[in-house]
């Protein structure tokens, strides 16, 4: 098994490599990539954790609207080093820097889950780069999760995110309903509909299986999931102060990650917030079968703020 998993990761880390790019920034050393028009309308992703730069195909349809998605690996996950920026603070840092070094004076903020501290910091340490930001089931408070035995063996270890993968290969269903089971508070038989819904449609279940993938090689990501799991704990209900830019909150009904009340939170103390609640819907809103409300929602909202004329939001 060693040397199979061996020649995995070492396939892995060849294809992330591969769509990947390193820039020496002030902050220390980023990886990113880019999607979209290098014309369009600057969106800056913060994935969750595990994660990397390669989350951002969660993103693929802003770049079908016309936008430039730039997706980074926050410090700790994949080549960009935890030296880069360990406290949140650092890390939005680390993403000014990145966007000096691209020549991007200001972006949609745009975090999913566990990026909400970075880009929440972003947003109130460089106003004037944060032309608005979008939390997407995002943390905006303490979170500190129970995680069960058995799926830390699962979802974070290398054998077990390695498993993971071929199993959505192999035994999609299986796989769909494991990560529904874990990820929403929905009941059974609601969640056997969500896989029903999933299952029966080619371009979700592709989607399933590139966030499998993302968990992998798990050790090129740990030091940085580890890193957050500790700073989230430490989170209060200060980090959303001094947030002034337009904001939109997209967060699922019944999501089983981060509770609904982090998104309640931050629409209630960002100034003039918008929140937008999915029914319904659980961790993963592309995944929600009411999702495409938020993604209604979210278009609407990148319109709004697409006056300047960087690229077209198309409906």
């Known amino acids: 098994m060693f040397v199979t998993y061996r020649r995995f990761a070492e396939r892995r880390r060849a294809e992330l490599r591969a769509h990947g790019h390193l820039v020496a920034t002030r902050a220390g050393t980023v990886e990113y990539a880019e999607t979209g028009p290098a014309t369009g309308l600057p969106v800056l992703y913060f994935h969750g954790g595990p994660g990397g730069h390669e989350q951002l195909h969660v993103l693929d349809h802003l770049a079908e609207w016309g936008c430039r998605v730039i997706g980074w690996s926050r410090p700790g996950y994949l ?5 880069t920026g360990r406290t949140f603070a650092e890390q939005a840092d680390a993403a000014a820097a990145l966007l000096d070094e691209l020549g991007v004076r200001s972006v949609v903020a745009y975090a999913i889950s566990g990026g909400g501290p970075a880009a929440i910091e972003f ?3 460089h106003p ?11 943390i905006s408070r303490r979170y500190d999760p129970v995680i069960s035995p058995t799926a830390r063996r699962i979802y974070l270890s290398p ?5 993971v993968t071929h199993l959505a290969e192999w035994w ?13 508070t929905l009941d059974p038989r609601a969640r056997r509909g969500v896989v029903d819904w999933i299952t029966a449609d080619g371009g979700r279940s592709a989607l399933v299986r590139m966030l499998f993938a993302s968990l992998t090689p798990y050790e090129d990501r740990a030091a940085g999931l580890d890193n957050d799991l500790r ?28 509770d609904p009340a982090h998104a309640r939170h931050a629409a209630a103390t960002i100034p003039d917030a918008d929140l937008h609640v999915v029914p319904e819907g ?18 609407d909202f990148l319109t709004a703020r697409n006056g300047g004329g960087a690229g077209p939001v198309p409906r």
């Open 172 to 184: 999609p269903r299986a796989a769909v309903a494991d990560f529904v089971r874990q990820e929403s």
């Open 123 to 125: 947003a109130r340490r």
């Open 282 to 299: 659980w961790h993963i809103l592309p995944l929600s079968p009411h999702g495409d409300s938020a993604r209604e929602a979210l278009r």
């Open 231 to 258: 700073r989230w704990a430490a989170l209060d209900d200060t980090l959303t102060a001094g947030v002034t830019c337009p904001t939109l909150v997209l967060h699922g009904s019944h999501d089983g990650d981060v």
């Open 128 to 138: 004037a780069r944060a032309d608005s930001l979008v939390l997407e089931s995002a």
């Open 159 to 163: 054998y077990g995110t390695w498993l």
């Open 79 to 83: 080549r960009t080093p935890l030296t």
